[in-house]
């Protein structure tokens, strides 16, 4: 077993020793903001995207950024060496820090930077050739869903409805309208055309949104941004979603019945090669 080294505020140390005060605004309201970033062969995967979504994340809450972009590079960086695994993923977090309990900022704290690299397994070869089964559900959250906060009850409660009904992620509606999933992006295929909802804020713009868009643009695969209607995801030929830890995954099972053909069709095998290949090429 691999000891993993965190960094917490500057300090690297093992995971185990590593401790928050129970004062930390993240712990107590929420309060913070956090990324996750794939690493393939020791190479960051798409990192300028990532650090310009946590300096977002980060000015949409009001946390003065704690480092510059060398000083975040670094770390990351640094993190990643220190582990064997070829693949990993490095987990970012950044709270308000710690301070006397009271929902207005503290007039004085300093954030708390916590850092963690992990082994990033490949998606089981079972779900990558068969897909994955997903629930719908209404889609309960806040509506600053664009701000990657650590306060993910919303998203907690749902894919536990997921994994309650037998099924590996969720499909949330609101209004009548596909916003994302509990951890990912979620792409309707009709007709050969990939479908996203629009970028705003009732969903997380993946970084695998804008990599997605490339691939298609490349492959020749229309892709559409536009709201997208409960009954065209049930009427799909092809369902999927994205994210830094699953990359792009088919949905053949929708509450219980066979998406399109229930095998991942032609427009996933298409994405998943093109994914790889961007592996390869670093970016
Ligand atoms: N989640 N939407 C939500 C709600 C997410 O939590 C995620 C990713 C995404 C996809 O974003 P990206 O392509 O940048 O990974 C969309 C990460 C992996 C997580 O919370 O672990």
């Not at 093992?14 to 393939?40: C, N, Q, T």
């Not at 889609?139 to 409805?161: F, M, P, T, Y």
């Not at 979620?186 to 007709?191: A, C, I």
Request: hydrophobic share 45%; with cysteine; charged share 20%.
């Amino acid at each position: 077993m691999t000891t993993q080294t965190v960094c917490l505020n500057g300090e690297f140390l093992p995971l185990e020793e590593a401790r928050v005060p129970v004062l930390d605004r993240g712990f107590i309201f929420g309060d913070g903001i956090y990324e996750v970033v794939p690493s393939y062969g020791g190479r960051l995967f798409r990192w300028p995207q990532h650090l310009a979504r946590l300096k977002r994340s980060l000015a949409a809450i009001r946390i003065a950024n704690p480092h510059d972009d060398d000083a975040w590079t670094a770390l990351v960086n640094r993190l990643i060496g220190l582990h064997p695994w070829p693949d990993q993923f490095v987990y970012l977090q950044v709270t308000r820090g710690v301070a006397r309990r009271d929902h207005a900022f503290p007039a004085q704290a300093t954030p708390t930077v916590f850092a963690m690299a992990s082994e990033l397994a490949p998606v089981p070869a079972a779900q990558r050739e068969g897909g994955i089964a997903a629930v719908s559900l209404p889609d309960e959250r806040w509506l600053h869903c664009d701000i990657k906060s650590v306060s993910l009850l919303g998203n907690v409660l749902a894919r536990q409805a997921a994994v309650d009904a037998g099924a590996a992620e969720c499909l949330m509606f609101r209004d009548g309208f596909l916003t994302e999933g509990s951890s990912s992006n979620v792409w309707v295929v009709r007709n050969g055309t990939v479908f996203g909802p629009p970028r705003d804020h009732r969903i997380l713009e993946g970084i695998r949104a804008g990599l997605l868009d490339e691939l298609c643009a490349r492959g020749g695969i229309p892709m559409q941004t536009r709201p997208v209607l409960r009954e065209e995801v049930l009427a799909a030929d092809e369902l999927m979603v994205s994210s830094a830890t699953k990359e792009v995954v088919a949905v053949t099972r929708l509450d219980g019945r066979p998406v399109g053909s229930g095998r991942p069709g032609p427009v996933y095998h298409a994405l998943y090669q093109a994914y790889q290949a961007a592996k390869q090429a670093g970016g």
